[in-house]
């Protein structure tokens, strides 16, 4: 019978080899590249820099939140009253048309993926102040299942009037089948100036805009139990290397290093595809990225194979991941959060709307209960890769009362309703939402939310997540089936990826 202790150094051995395998596997596959792995990279998707780029601006004015939003608004007992109230006829932003602002006896219907009471609570909350301010009735419905009810509904020809989508690709397919509508220069010109460059190119096809921006995910960051990692003497990783050596220094001393779910109703796999891009746009680079994106290397070249095969192995080491639903595919990703707060694992890599998935009362930030630290690059110093996502919002039917919800959803005055509603929700704490508006309120956030801004800033590379730019079938479909059977080890990755290359829309 072996040792524990050395069944844990063989893991520890483990791990560190598969660092190795990783790098020396990305040297190899980049030699057997073609040359237009390099010349051809330069024309990225539209997107690539749309979050990186000078996001926030220091120059907002801070009266902003004293004419749309009382602090005071915010109590449970009077939050839905104060809200109505809270943002009168003057705190829309004078852009605005005039007859936009009236428009009582209108309704609009918005339908997106956010279904929690926090999130879908949030965002009705903020459509309300609208509501109150237009005499527009407005309502929201989510669904964990909306990329497939979407499908349905606008094929049925029962659409929403506005779908929230967090897939550009998905957007571009609608625009493809004449779907949605374009976005009017009158919106365009209203919103454009409040996002940084790039923002719009993202839901922009044949030089037509067909979405508005209303919100922004950081990805590239892992949450931590700060308990365990005082008690155990570790330190916050600089490095991918380092990552790696603290997983297998945890594994050691008999520590679950991660929690890991991909468990996402329809929607099943998708954590385990930004797992992939992370580890791709860091461990090779951002034209490599780009070229994979956009359908011109192949699933089936060694160096996403790799990457795959990486993420796997490193998962199915014995102790290295806690799965609270039995299995990684089976745990819905947000069922981590109690897991990780309890210590039954260390941490959880996922973005930064995964604030709103932790329990009720849970501190957050520097010496509380939960920190987060930069999903770190290769090197501690050089560039600092940043994996992006968001949602927008795109129109089925024109009429003046949708497209003056479509303007406020890029305002300012929504980004601030929404933080500041979803901030309330959750106690007063961690929201779970950020946006990338440069006339925001930052006040709003506390501490640790703005440093999630600050790694938006400094970002070198940026890229938007890589599946929702994918066509739909392949990005928001096989790319996540595919890989769920690759993760429950159904087929082997190199099978699995022969099927979504398969899958790519010609």
Not at 247 to 270: N, Q
Request: hydrophobic share 40%; glycine share 8%; proline share 5%.
């Amino acid at each position: 019978m072996t040792h524990p202790s050395h069944q844990r150094n063989r893991r520890r051995h483990r791990v560190r080899g598969l660092i190795g395998v990783l790098f020396a596997f990305s040297l190899v596959a980049a030699a057997c590249g073609s040359d237009d792995d390099s010349d051809d990279a330069d024309e990225a998707p539209a997107a690539t820099e749309a979050m990186a780029e000078e996001s926030m601006d220091d120059s907002m004015d801070d009266d902003m939140m004293d004419e749309s939003m009382d602090d005071e608004s915010m109590d449970d007992e009077s939050m839905d009253d104060d809200m109505d109230d809270s943002m009168d006829d003057e705190s829309m932003d004078d852009s605005m048309d005039d007859d936009m602002m009236d428009l009582s006896g209108t309704k609009v219907t918005v339908f997106g993926p956010e279904s929690s009471e926090e999130e879908a609570g949030a965002m009705q909350d903020a459509l309300d102040v609208f509501a109150a301010a237009t005499g527009i009735e407005i309502v929201y419905t989510g669904a964990r299942d909306f990329s497939d009810q979407i499908n349905a509904q606008a094929v049925g020809g029962n659409p929403p009037d506005i779908a929230v989508f967090p897939q550009p690709g998905k957007v571009g397919d609608f625009a493809a089948e004449n779907w949605i509508l374009a976005v009017p220069d009158s919106v365009t010109s209203a919103i454009e100036a409040q996002w940084p460059a790039g923002s719009l190119d993202t839901v922009t096809f044949g030089g037509t805009l067909y979405g508005v921006p209303n919100k922004t995910d950081l990805k590239s960051i892992v949450w931590y139990n700060t308990e365990i990692f005082s008690s155990g003497g570790f330190s916050v990783p600089e490095s991918l290397t380092e990552l790696q050596i603290l997983t297998a220094d945890m594994l050691a001393a008999g520590i679950t290093p991660w929690c890991v779910g991909i468990e996402s109703g329809p929607a099943t796999g998708w954590p385990f595809t930004d797992w992939m891009e992370d580890l791709v746009l860091r461990v090779q680079d951002e034209n490599v990225y780009d070229q994979w994106v956009a359908g011109d290397l192949p699933f089936a070249d060694p160096r996403i194979v790799g990457t795959a095969q990486f993420v796997l192995e490193l998962w199915n080491i014995p102790g290295a991941v806690y799965a609270a639903g039995g299995s990684i595919a089976a745990t819905p990703f947000g069922d981590n959060g109690e897991p990780l707060v309890a210590g039954d694992c260390a941490m959880h890599r996922q973005a930064s709307f995964f604030a709103a998935f932790l329990p009720e009362g849970t501190s957050v930030g520097p010496g509380q209960e939960i920190d987060v630290f930069y999903f770190p690059a290769v090197a501690a110093k050089g560039n600092r890769p940043v994996l992006t996502a968001g949602t927008y919002v795109s129109a089925f039917r024109d009429a003046p009362e949708v497209w003056a919800v479509m303007e406020f959803f890029g305002s300012a005055e929504y980004a601030n309703a929404r933080q500041a509603a979803q901030a309330a929700r959750q106690g007063g704490g961690q929201s779970g939402f950020l946006s990338a508006n440069l006339d925001q309120d930052l006040s709003l956030y506390n501490d640790l939310e703005r440093s999630f801004v600050e790694i938006l800033q400094t970002a070198s590379p940026a890229r938007f997540d890589g599946s929702d730019l994918m066509p739909a079938a392949v990005g928001a479909g096989t790319f996540w089936t595919e890989g769920t059977s690759a993760v429950n080890g159904d087929k082997t990755v190199a099978e699995a990826f022969a099927a979504i290359d398969a899958s790519w829309p010609q």
